[in-house]
């Protein structure tokens, strides 16, 4: 897919940089971690909740952002131990875009994600706004209770943008006059946002001045 050849390149690139003796461990290992991390994290004291959060980590993606986090917090933090702070921006960007996914299959009004029934499909529209509602409310619950404020606020520029790319897109495609200029406005903000938004925390984890991170 278009996602695993650019998440392929960056790995590629990163490993020429550092040499190629125990590169792909070290990005490997912080991965391996991040899964559980990221699902203590997506754990909650309510029955209903906790099965749909279930259902919806068990079905993960290549997990590409998380990846582009580390890969950024690597190349700008050497060769010490990733630091908690980079787990915490991998999670904080994980979740938000998962909830993204979750409300955009509802307003989509699709029924499949990831080549299984999606969670408005299987558990209806009321319960699927929630858990995106609940995804981003832990994210930025997460990102407050450690003091990132730096990470918040460069995620909240982020989901401000990528609102604004869905909802350019929507008018556009009614109207039927999507030109070439519009279709890069769109996907600047659907989709270069976030991964710029993962560089940029990845950046930020391992104490990039601003320069950098806004580079």
């Not at 029955?47 to 959060?53: E, G, W």
């Not at 080549?115 to 706004?129: L, M």
Request: with cysteine.
């Amino acid at each position: 897919s278009p996602g695993g050849l650019i998440l392929a390149t960056l790995v590629s690139c990163y490993l020429m940089t550092i040499g190629t003796g125990n590169g792909m461990l070290s990005i490997i290992v912080p991965a391996r971690a991040f899964e559980k991390k990221f699902r203590d994290a997506m754990s909650s004291g309510v029955p209903l909740l906790d099965r749909v959060l279930y259902y919806i980590v068990r079905r993960k993606g290549k997990q590409m952002r998380p990846m582009f986090v580390f890969l950024t917090a690597k190349m700008l933090g050497g060769e010490a131990p990733l630091p908690e702070a980079t787990y915490r921006a991998a999670t904080l960007i994980e979740m938000g875009h998962t909830a993204s996914l979750v409300h955009d299959d509802v307003v989509d009004e699709s029924d499949r994600r990831r080549n299984f029934f999606s969670v408005n499909a299987v558990w209806k529209n009321k319960i699927a706004v929630l858990v995106g509602d609940y995804m981003l409310t832990q994210a930025l619950t997460l990102a407050v209770d450690y003091g990132e404020f730096d990470m918040l606020r460069e995620v909240g520029h982020t989901a401000k943008r990528m609102s604004e790319g869905e909802l350019l897109q929507i008018e556009k495609a009614r109207r039927l006059n999507i030109t070439e200029e519009v279709y890069y406005d769109v996907i600047r903000g659907k989709t270069a946002s976030l991964i710029g938004a993962c560089t940029a925390v990845g950046a930020i984890s391992v104490g990039a001045d601003k320069a950098t991170v806004d580079r």
